[in-house]
């Protein structure tokens, strides 16, 4: 464990950080609860992203995807139609918050990078040096046909764009270094070839926070040499441990150190009076999440076949997935699909469990349920013993689900020592303990600063 020492050599307690996820598509919310409001009216963000600062949160998480789901040729029951483009909301919530981190998910297959480098400065600069961007990619040809290039990218050729679009893209921020104009700027790679002048002044960080998600070897290696936080699956004390010492492993060959890349596992919380009062709230969530209709889904997801024949009260289907199928459009299925009904079968039979007992027992759940007192102690043991740096926390409603984590686990947080009793710096970065890059020196042949026409005053 690396326990962090004062300047008279007492340790102090590792803090923690955490972030808001404004959930995109998803089979977390339950959309059944009379609390449930809108996804898609700014009102929402606003409330989400308020409590979150007054939690004194690091950062607001706005997931994103670029083309809705389709099942069986229809938009998915589960996507959400109508959500504005994310960036677009940071920069109005920017003006509703003082000190909150703004995080973006933005493509790095179907985008250009002068383009949205550009879009994050300008946020960056807007907000006071809150800007974030969490970097994912594509492999499907459906969300492709969104976009003129079309097609895809096989799986480690996305991994390789997305490390030279983030280069790039620091390339650019980099272009300026103080001065009142840009340096000239010139990046030419496998997948990107530009050149010119950036449009943006160096923003306030430097360059923006950036995320990655992935949880994959390739997604690991990416974040260790490029990322800033790994947005992680892995929420067991064990699994996170093991996750945590690998990631922070290999930033050494980066010339990084552990404390440059902040692991951050996506998490769901149930609180209750008492421990049997969350067990049951949970359960009654679960149950919400999935309903007889969301049994059915889930299980064509994996199976690849029409199987709205089944009741969701009854037992798996005994015909095999078709591993070739495309019923289920803009998803990415999870693992080998004979793999995965083979497992299910194995528990459903061993537990005479139904399909949607299955569902259920299989696909996402609540990492932490209890009282605020014994949820504040996991997430702190968590974090103390090296399974995480922090948790990025994803509510069950919108836009209301953390309102009762910020009152009542936030406070006890802070009595117990791990977690901040209020804003010490401006800036996301401030926030997160990590430096602001500096720009590289002005080239000796560079023109001198103030002399190119256009150039930037005041």
Do not use: C
Request: no cysteine; charged share 25%.
């Amino acid at each position: 464990m690396n326990t962090p020492v004062n300047d008279v050599n007492t340790p102090v307690k590792k803090q923690i950080h955490l972030a808001a996820h404004f959930p995109g598509v998803n089979a977390t919310t339950v959309w059944a609860d009379p609390r449930s409001r809108s996804q898609i009216d700014f009102s929402s963000f606003e409330h989400l992203a308020r409590t979150a600062e007054r939690g004194l949160f690091d950062f607001f998480f706005l997931a994103e995807g670029l083309r809705l789901r389709e099942h069986k040729g229809r938009v998915h029951d589960l996507d959400v139609v109508g959500r504005p483009e994310s960036i677009t909301v940071l920069n109005a919530l920017a003006a509703v918050t003082e000190r909150l981190g703004l995080a973006a998910t933005v493509n790095a297959t179907f985008n250009e990078p002068y383009e949205l480098a550009r879009r994050l400065g300008t946020l960056d600069h807007l907000s006071g040096g809150r800007a974030a961007w969490n970097v994912v990619t594509s492999s499907d040809a459906f969300t492709g046909e969104n976009f003129r290039r079309g097609g895809y990218l096989d799986r480690a050729d996305r991994y390789t764009r997305a490390a030279e679009f983030v280069a790039t893209a620091r390339e650019l921020w980099d272009s300026w270094d103080g001065g009142d104009a840009p340096l000239p700027f010139a990046h030419t790679g496998r997948h990107f070839d530009v050149s010119g002048e950036f449009g943006v002044r160096r923003s306030p960080q430097g360059h923006p926070v950036v995320i990655q998600a992935g949880d994959s070897d390739e997604g690991r290696e990416f974040a260790a040499s490029a990322a800033d936080i790994i947005f992680t699956r892995h929420g067991t004390l064990e699994a996170g441990r093991e996750f945590y010492a690998d990631v922070k492993r290999r930033l050494v060959a980066y010339g990084r150190r552990p404390g440059d890349l902040k692991i951050m596992p996506g998490v769901t919380l149930v609180l209750g009076d008492t421990a049997a009062e969350a067990q049951e709230k949970a359960a009654e969530v679960r149950r919400l999440q999935v309903s007889p209709q969301n049994a059915i889904l889930a299980l064509e997801q994996v199976w690849g076949r029409d199987l709205s024949a089944y009741d969701p009260d009854g037992p798996l289907p005994d015909i095999d997935p078709d591993p070739e199928s495309h019923l289920v459009q803009g998803r990415v299925r999870i693992g080998d699909p004979l793999v995965v009904a083979a497992k299910w079968r194995a528990l459903a039979a061993a537990k005479g469990l139904s399909i949607r007992q299955t569902v259920i027992e299989t696909t996402g759940r609540q990492s932490f349920i209890g009282t605020p007192q014994s949820v504040a102690a996991e997430l702190d043991e968590f974090v103390q013993t090296d399974a995480a740096d922090g948790f990025i926390l994803i509510p069950h409603l919108t836009p209301g689900g953390l309102d009762d984590f910020v009152e009542r686990v936030v406070p006890l947080l802070q009595e117990r020592g791990s977690f901040r009793t209020r804003y010490e710096g401006t800036t996301l970065r401030d926030h997160l303990g990590l430096p602001r890059p500096v720009a590289p020196s002005a080239s000796a042949d560079a023109p001198a600063r103030g002399t190119r026409a256009g150039a930037v005053k005041g």
